[in-house]
């Protein structure tokens, strides 16, 4: 411990014994003498401790199971049930002229939190503040930008912004209405709405998606949980929340590259839309909203949605995008034919029907509309939200809508033919062949193969699920939220397509130099591709990333089994890039001759592709093969040979920094060896600054690699010239 | 004689490597335990570190090994393994938060008003290591506070000081290490 650390603690511990704040400073006074900077230092120390207390007042010898704890599901809703906030003990935050209360939820970039606002107006708010994360500048800018689309709106059934800022220390926040309600789901089946009460309330939040778009702001995450009922006068209003990931497309908000769905939205892939699916967010327009509605509507009329979320999950990346796109859900009166009697007996209750009326209030009419804007292709939804409020409307006042029953030769088009549905839970089904005939379906049950399914399903489910959650997830950078839901998950539950989430996790690792953690990940990254036997699962790449970080990890015994291994893997390899890749790869730390001698063949190879280089196109590949031979030249003890080797290099490929940067070191470390050590020290000196700057100045999706191989060398040849 | 006490009087002895054998017996038998509780415990399925580090205390060393050197070795070994628990368990939580409930998924961050005991067992354990470095006294009282909910006067005997230190300890090391979370994060 440095002195002056030791100081300050110990000015610390005797300052926090004194209670009164002016016998603290009579005590500072004195003993901080004239040395400002430990006076500072200490009542720092101070003025945190407040909050450090309240930090570890929750004591951790309490971790309570997973079914405890409250459901905080809707972001800014308190429910309706007398709100008393619960002050945190002790000093709360305070965040210009508002002060935090307590902590609503999470989502989005940023943490959502009750507040009130001070005095004269002593309101209760809602305050999202940004969180911390990787890219800062890329979350804020986000944030700004979801700003700036929620001033631009004003419609009683969205959520106010009120004010905007920025605490000291840099983060912003936004201050918006806070809304006292429920889930809209939620708030019809407990009030046992019927149909027309709950087409009028959806039609209230259409109104409102619509000024959204109107004002050129897409949603792009309409679910439940951001529609909450609130009462206002005993009215029950709808209130559209958490424009957190709405995009703009008019004005100085549109950019692609920034604005991304984020995670909230990959929790429920139910009520993604088929392009939302498949682009990954990117090609998306109003009508994704509008499919995203459908499925609300689906949901408010029949207790559920037509796809399960989990079994979406479940089902991996893959398929999951596939039946977004091709699988054709029921009509909401035929999948509730195909409910349990008990089950559709307790939807009925909640819609303030009796079952066989229900079913056949949505046949028609009802089951057209929702299926219109739900349609696959985006030309044949509604073009507006307004014309889905409308065909609504009519539906109610009793005049013919404009949805229509698709037409026979279209269904048979769009007759499914792979054997499995994805279905709602609740239902026993899960292989089912949909045939359009006329105005009725019938669904064919598999029922044994459907239990064997199930069983196997349900063992690998949680898995898989993390796993394509996590995969969603890395389509928006979430990394932090990705690597978390895999950890631990074995690798043979991982499979083949799994394999892409391990090398991109382990390359995040790898760009904030957590090289344990990346080990980690690649590593997975192998047993996968051990397990499933196929080599398109590892590449040459690959073993680039393992071993450098197994080396960077400072994990020496395990880089020395892995080169090995890799060694005897590729031994045969007919391809050139591989074998000068293996070199190097192997070659990172010095080894025994047994060793580079197993390099032989991957060598002859290399050094025949260098003989054929002559056409202009291959000399920058020539050059790394060069440099690779150099490589082993150096390790081999051939001096000479190895600088030799680096000229040629030079001359065959002189525009890669890094590979300057390596090879001047190759250079080097043969000088020293060979005695000149002048030479190899001004040699480092030269490189030092460019090695330093490689990694700092790399921006993420760039391999990470490049930069690293110089550091390695560097640091073993700075070692060198000490001696 | 059991093994536990036979490493125990090792290190008495000034054995160095005694030390690494002792610290998986310990989280063995913390887990063992741990597993038991929450299997046994309906619904609330607490974990309560403190009364696991006694009962594993108890069961583990023999009466006359219990001079005050090896209470202290014990326990220090026993807030390594029950820190381990604890954070492994922390992790499975958000994890199982992340897959089940699919409205939380955490992210890396921080806030300040109503941090989860999740969050604050893993954010100590990563800043931990820093703090270590820095100011291994520090570490320690955090490590028997924290990890395994000791009363002041429990480290007091433990580390062989007044119980008024260990409250001044306690604070300066709450406070520093909350410091390098906020910078951490």
């Known amino acids: 411990m440095t002195q002056s650390r030791q100081i300050e603690k110990e000015l610390f511990e005797s300052a926090i014994e004194l209670a009164e704040p002016s016998a603290r400073t009579a005590f500072l006074n004195k003993a901080c003498g004239g040395n400002p900077d430990i006076r500072n230092r200490v009542e720092k120390l101070l003025a945190v401790h407040a909050s450090a207390e309240e930090f570890f007042s929750g004591s951790p010898v309490h971790l309570t199971g997973v079914t405890a704890g409250p459901d905080l599901t809707s972001l800014m809703a308190v429910p309706p049930v007398r709100n008393s906030a619960v002050a945190p003990e002790g000093p709360s935050a305070v965040i210009g002229r508002y002060t935090l209360l307590r902590r609503l939820g999470e989502g989005g970039c940023g943490v959502v939190y009750e507040a009130e606002q001070g005095p004269p107006l002593r309101r209760r708010v809602a305050l999202k503040i940004i969180r911390l994360g990787m890219d800062t500048e890329k979350v804020i800018a986000r944030f700004e930008a979801e700003r700036q689309a929620l001033a631009l709106m004003a419609h009683p059934s969205i959520a106010h912004v009120l004010d ?160 977004l796109r091709e699988i054709e859900p029921p009509p909401p009166s035929t999948l509730l034919t195909t409910l349990g009697n008990t089950r559709l007996a307790a939807i009925a209750v909640q819609h303030h029907a009796e079952s066989g009326h229900l079913i056949s209030s949505l046949r028609g009419d009802l089951d057209w509309i929702v299926m219109k804007a739900m349609e696959k292709d985006r030309g044949r939804r509604y073009e507006t939200v307004n014309g889905l409020a409308l065909d609504l409307q009519r539906y109610l006042d009793h005049e013919p809508v404009l949805a229509r029953p698709q037409s026979r030769i279209y269904r048979l088009q769009k007759m499914v033919r792979r054997n499995r549905v994805v279905f709602a839970a609740g239902t026993a089904v899960v292989a089912a062949l949909i045939i359009g005939l006329g105005t009725s379906t019938w669904l064919f049950v598999r029922e044994r193969e459907a239990r064997r399914e199930q069983v196997r399903l349900r063992l690998e489910g949680e898995n898989r699920q993390k796993l394509t959650q996590a995969m969603l997830l890395l389509t928006r950078d ?185 090879r001047n070191l190759v250079r080097a470390m043969a000088q020293a060896r060979l005695g000149r050590i002048e030479q190899a020290r001004a040699e480092l000196a030269r490189n030092r600054e460019a090695v330093e700057g490689f990694h700092h100045n790399k921006t993420p999706y760039e391999f990470w690699w490049d930069g690293v191989l110089p550091k390695i060398l560097w640091r073993e040849a700075a070692a060198m010239v000490k001696e | 004689m059991n093994d536990v006490t036979l490493i125990l009087d090792a290190i008495a ?29 309906a619904g609330g399925q607490t974990l309560q570190p403190t009364a696991l580090v006694h009962e594993a205390w108890l069961r583990l060393v023999q009466e006359d090994s219990r001079t005050w050197q090896n209470r202290a070795h014990f326990f220090r070994t026993a807030a390594l393994a029950m820190r381990r628990i604890l954070v492994d368990r922390a992790r499975h939580k958000r994890s199982l938060k992340g897959g089940g409930s699919l409205e939380k998924v955490w992210i890396e961050g921080m806030d300040l008003a109503g941090v989860t005991a999740e969050d604050q067992v893993l954010l100590v354990d990563q800043c931990l290591g820093r703090l270590e470095q820095e100011d291994p006294e520090s570490a320690r009282v955090i490590n028997l506070k924290f990890f395994c909910g000791l009363t002041n006067g429990e480290v007091a005997s433990i580390l062989n000081v007044s119980e008024r230190s260990v409250d001044r300890q306690w604070a300066y090391a709450k406070t520093r290490l909350f410091e390098i979370i906020r910078e951490e994060i």
Request: charged residues 20%; negative net charge; glycine residues 6%.
């Open chain 2, 13 to 41: 002895r000034g054995e160095g490597h005694a030390s690494e054998e002792l610290l998986p017996l310990v989280y063995d038998e913390l887990r063992r335990q741990a597993a038991a509780h929450m299997a046994g415990e």
């Open chain 1, 164 to 323: 905007a800022g920025a605490t000291e220390s840099g983060r912003p926040y936004i201050v918006m209405e806070l809304v006292h309600g429920v889930k809209i789901t939620d708030y019809c089946d407990h009030n046992h709405l019927g149909t027309r009460q709950r087409l009028e309330l959806f039609i209230q939040i259409c109104h409102a998606i619509q000024h959204a778009h109107q004002k050129g702001v897409i949603h792009r995450d309409i679910k439940p949980s951001n529609i909450l009922v609130a009462l206002e006068n005993g009215v029950p209003i709808p209130k559209v929340i958490d424009f957190g990931i709405a995009k703009a497309t008019e004005g100085r908000l549109a950019d692609n590259t920034l604005y991304t769905a984020v995670q909230q939205f990959v929790g429920t892939p139910a009520y993604m839309s088929p392009e939302q699916a498949d682009s990954s967010g990117l090609d998306v327009d109003t009508r994704s909203d509008i499919y995203s509605l459908g499925v609300l509507l689906y949901e408010l009329l029949t207790g559920q949605t037509p796809f399960d979320s989990n079994k979406l999950l479940e089902s991996g990346m893959i398929e999951m995008c596939r039946t």
């Open chain 1, 478 to 662: 979430q990394f932090a939220a990705a690597d978390q839901l895999i950890h631990g998950i074995p690798a043979a539950e991982a499979g083949l397509e799994y394999a892409a989430v391990y090398r991109t996790l382990g390359d995040w690792h790898a760009d904030h130099e957590r090289w344990q953690q990346a080990c980690t990940r690649y590593a997975v990254l192998f047993q996968i591709g051990a397990l499933t036997k196929r080599e398109v699962t590892t590449n040459s790449l690959d073993c680039l990333r393992y071993g450098a970080a197994l080396v960077e990890a400072g994990d020496l015994a395990g880089y020395d089994r892995f080169r090995r291994s890799v060694i005897a893997c590729y031994t045969n390899s007919p391809e050139v890039v591989w074998a000068e890749r293996i070199i190097k790869v192997s070659l990172l730390t010095p080894a025994d001759s047994a060793l580079i001698r197993t390099l032989d063949p991957l060598a002859r190879l290399t050094a025949e592709s260098l003989e054929q280089s002559e056409p202009p196109a291959n000399r920058g590949a020539a050059g790394f093969c060069a440099f690779s031979l150099a490589l082993m030249k150096f390790r081999d003890g051939d001096y000479h040979a190895a600088l030799a080797m680096c000229e040629r290099s030079e001359k065959l490929e002189s525009s890669n920094i890094e590979l300057a940067a390596s």
